[in-house]
């Protein structure tokens, strides 16, 4: 387990030594490690079988979370607030890593002592350089900061989706192919994926204001509105894709129409030449040309000038571009 001190200072690593009334003016920031769920120290006074109830109760879930087979698109680990007492909180945030996987972000919360369990791509130097500019004062202004960075995360994913989406419309103008198809569903899945993430972290950080500090900081407002801000975006990829799957249906529409023009045109120069040959195939001795040497010439000549004469008569109307 690591711990830190954070106050308007910087961060700093805890010392047993270290005097009262200077860690009174920040607050303590504890690192565990995923399986050190024992050394989580007593959040709450007098209620120390009450916090190993809630402990295993939380580990439960969160093991059966992680055995979970998820389907693209679904949520493996699903944010969470949880009030345990009136100043504990537990919560879980969905965070998206360089690869694109879903990590949570699990942590404990209470006015003077933030736990959390494993880094989690939490960059240290990033809290360094926040508390060095003063922006973590109290716990909760270190969640909402937290929770900006997720959805700063989720904002890039979308970002992404929306520039292979660009690409994907381009090779659909000049070249529709299934798998197009296959990408288009799989991005619709993505963005669903995403939207129930954002719409379950703003439950979250709704709950937020409703944890009690002596002053509100600008963070939390932030949040908000950041909040509000990505989900706005992920409609509007949403909208994206749509408009994508109506292009690459309206070009796979094109594409059969024009086939069926080549089918038509076809048989309709045909159809003549066909009827033509239809009569001149009856079992019958007396026909114009049957017993002449150049009868087949003949039938050659007649076909050969109408398919000319349907070709010229398509090209004045058109039909052919």
Known sequence: METFYINSQGMEISQESKPQSEVEEGFKLMVLGHEEWDQLPLLWPDHLEQQSDWIERIRVRNAAEMREIVREGALAFHPRFERLTQNVHY?????????????????FLTSKVFVLIGWNGVNQERLIEWAQRGILTNPLELACAIGLRVLR???????IIEDEMDVIEEEILTATRTV????????????LGLKRSLNAHQSVFARLKNIEKPEYGDLQEELIFEMQRVINNAHQTHDMMESLREAYQAAVDNRANDIMKVLTLVATI????????????????????????????????????????????????????
């Open 153 to 159: 995360h989720h904002q890039n994913r979308l970002e």
């Open 91 to 107: 919560m879980c945030f969905r965070d998206l890593d360089e690869q694109w996987n879903e990590r949570p972000v699990r942590f």
């Open 180 to 191: 197009q198809l296959k990408q288009i569903i799989s991005f619709h899945r993505q963005i």
């Open 270 to 321: 045909i159809l003549p030449i066909t009827l033509l040959t239809g009569y001149f195939g009856m079992n019958f001795d007396i026909m114009p040309f049957i017993h002449q040497p150049y009868g087949i010439l003949a039938f050659y000549a007649i076909s050969t000038f109408i398919f000319l004469v349907v070709v010229i008569y398509f090209r004045k109307k058109k039909w052919l571009d």
